[in-house]
């Protein structure tokens, strides 16, 4: 132990007389003491600063991307939306007369997409309805494979990959297959809209009518807006 503080005394006399040679005595004892004596001991980190400026920024990148990972908030998943009941009607909705505006704005909507055609029919108005949105058309069953379905009448109010979801005038929501299932909806013309007997002699005259075969019908809404329907033999029909 004295042998080490006597080595490290004797390197400090030699550090000052190299000093004093180059510099002036309050000169050399300022530069050892800043620069030798209370030097500060950098440590080096566990992971060693970039080499470069190009890492140095794809660091900084790196490090940004994950922030904004833990930031942004996680999709639901479909467990969780049915257990929040995301989709679930409420008991105190399940009337009628809530969705009857949903079907005057679905009526004026589906005017807009047919236009002419909605007089003509053809494979142009076909083409039309197979990419359509049918939240809030007045739909009925007319053939089924299961002969208690056929009847059931009411307001779109769920068009999902494999079912509607039909509430009726009774105020009951009905769970409709699409699969082994027909649906007729009747469009009124805008002429339909007058009142009295004139307009309803020709609401019976002008009335649109189309057929869903709910086996080629199988897709959500937002993905028949892009998809091409061709047309093809049916075994069924």
Same mark, same amino acid.
């Not at 969780?80 to 995301?86: F, K, M, N, T």
């Not at 909705?93 to 007089?119: D, F, M, N, S």
């Not at 009774?170 to 809209?193: H, Q």
């Given at each position: ?9 004797? $390197? ?12 002036? @005595? ?6 050892? &003491? ?59 909705? $399940? ?16 005017? %807009?997409?047919?236009? @002419? %055609? ?6 142009? &108005? &076909? ?9 809030? &058309? ?19 109010? !769920? ?19 699409? %699969?082994?299932?027909m649906f007729r909806i009747s469009v009124a013309a805008p002429d339909d809209e007058k009142g009295g007997d004139e307009g ?6 002008? !009335?649109?009518?189309? %057929? ?5 019908? $199988? ?15 049916? !075994?069924?029909?």
């Amino acid at each position: 132990m004295a042998s080490e503080t006597k080595n490290s005394t004797d $390197q400090s006399l030699l550090t000052r007389q190299l000093l004093s040679r180059a510099h002036s @005595p309050d000169t050399a004892s300022r530069i050892f &003491a800043d620069k030798i004596q209370h030097r500060p001991l950098f440590l080096r980190p566990s992971s060693p600063p970039p080499s470069n400026a190009r890492e140095a920024r794809r660091a900084a990148r790196r490090a940004k991307q994950l922030r904004a990972q833990s930031l942004r908030p996680k999709p639901v998943s479909a467990r969780q939306r049915r257990s929040l009941g995301l989709y679930t009607v409420p008991k105190s909705t $399940q009337k009628y007369a809530v969705y009857e505006p949903l079907h005057r704005l679905w009526v004026g909507y589906i005017h %807009e997409v047919l236009g @002419p %055609e909605l007089y003509t029919g053809g494979t142009g &108005a &076909a083409a039309k309805l197979a990419a359509a949105d049918y939240h809030g &058309a007045a739909a009925e069953v007319s053939r089924s494979s299961c002969p208690s379905r056929v009847g059931i009448r009411g307001i779109v109010i !769920k068009d999902s990959r494999f079912a509607f979801e039909i509430i009726t005038e009774k105020n009951k929501v009905k769970t409709v297959p699409k %699969e082994g299932t027909m649906f007729r909806i009747s469009v009124a013309a805008p002429d339909d809209e007058k009142g009295g007997d004139e307009g309803e002699e020709k609401g019976r005259r002008q !009335k649109f009518t189309f %057929e869903i075969h709910g086996d080629q019908f $199988q897709y959500r809404s937002a993905d028949r807006a892009n998809k091409k329907f061709k047309q093809h033999y049916l !075994k069924k029909l």
